[in-house]
């Protein structure tokens, strides 16, 4: 890894909490000028007061996406050196309850947003000739697992953007990573909840025992294991990302994140889909 870097400036999207906050947070320890970016006033204010230069940005509003990097531009004189995708949800369900404005809602976010932001700063970043894009994927960009099918589906797609945004930005100093990780302890479960009651009927849909097993499992607060890690797992894999000479492609977290990906690159389509089925238990995980 390269020395430390001191005062090279990131905008961070999501940093209310979990994943977004804990990078945010490491970044400024470390000496980055991080531009933390939340949507609610007590989050931006909290950013604010942990020392953050904090700015208000809803990946599903183009205005404040346009505005958070004109306001960031101005304040570094038209440079980034880095970008950290982060903010995102997961929508729960199966597929065949998902609503087309469930769907749409969860690609505004997970899908749109990301990519108008990350369009939006590719100029400057080829304008200084270098840049660091880091796109806070999944596992779930990679396998499928039972009920989470809008999820995996905008990831799957901000995998398929961001590999070829990679080839496209080949010999530019421009360099594009994805974070594949499994599960992190974060608010990710709780903000799931939120969505499949706000989208999902569970009443008429063949899927109802698993809808059961599937609300405990989001209501259920999981220990720290090699299936869960803390969000600092997620920091070293960014600090990386940002100060390696050669950034990897993708960064794998947790167990389940290495193990998924190795079977996908060496089992037969229908014995993976056997080990997905047998890992998500009907549901339960
Ligand atoms: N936790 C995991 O197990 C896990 C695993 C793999 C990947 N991830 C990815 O990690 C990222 C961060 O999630 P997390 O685990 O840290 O969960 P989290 O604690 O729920 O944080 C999600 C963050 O995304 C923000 N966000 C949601 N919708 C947004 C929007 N429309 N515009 C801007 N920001 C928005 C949230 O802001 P508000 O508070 O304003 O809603 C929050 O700051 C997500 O992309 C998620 O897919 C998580």
């Known amino acids: 890894m390269a020395k430390h870097l001191n005062k090279k400036s990131i905008l961070i999207t999501g940093c209310s ?4 906050l804990e990078v945010a947070d490491g970044l400024k320890f470390r000496g980055y000028r991080v531009f933390a970016t939340g949507r609610q006033k007590k989050d931006i204010e909290m950013l604010n007061n942990k020392g953050f230069e904090s700015l208000y940005l809803d990946l599903n509003s183009s205005k404040s996406i346009k505005s958070a990097v004109d306001e960031v531009l101005f304040r570094t004189d038209g440079t980034l050196y880095a970008l950290f995708n982060n903010g995102g949800y997961g929508q729960p369900g199966a ?3 998902l609503s087309r404005e469930a769907i749409r809602a969860q690609f ?3 899908l749109f947003g990301t ?3 990350t369009n939006l700063v590719i100029p400057f970043m080829r304008k200084q000739g270098y840049g660091r894009i ?4 999944s596992f779930l960009g990679f396998v499928a697992l039972p009920y989470r099918g809008a999820y995996i589906s905008s990831k799957y797609a901000l995998e398929g953007l961001t590999d070829t945004l990679r080839l496209e930005l080949g010999g530019t100093h421009i360099h594009v ?13 709780t903000n799931s909840l939120k969505f499949f009651k706000k989208y999902i009927s569970t009443e008429n849909s063949p899927h109802s025992l698993a809808y059961k097993f ?8 999981e220990p720290q294991s090699i299936f869960t890690l803390h969000p600092n797992k997620v920091l070293e894999k960014v600090i990386d990302a940002l ?6 492609n993708r960064y794998y977290i947790t167990f389940p994140a290495y193990l998924f990906a190795a079977c996908k690159r060496v089992l037969p389509n229908f014995i993976l889909d056997k080990i997905l089925l047998m890992a998500s238990d009907k549901g339960r995980r």
């Open 243 to 248: 100060e390696s000479r050669k950034p990897k």
């Open 17 to 20: 909490s979990g994943i977004g």
């Open 95 to 97: 597929v065949e309850d």
């Open 108 to 110: 505004e976010t997970n």
């Open 214 to 221: 599937l609300e405990d499992r989001l209501t259920q607060i």
């Open 115 to 117: 990519m108008e932001l």
């Open 177 to 189: 990573s994805l974070i594949e990780s499994g599960p992190i302890l974060t608010k990710h479960k």
């Open 134 to 137: 880091i796109q806070n994927s």
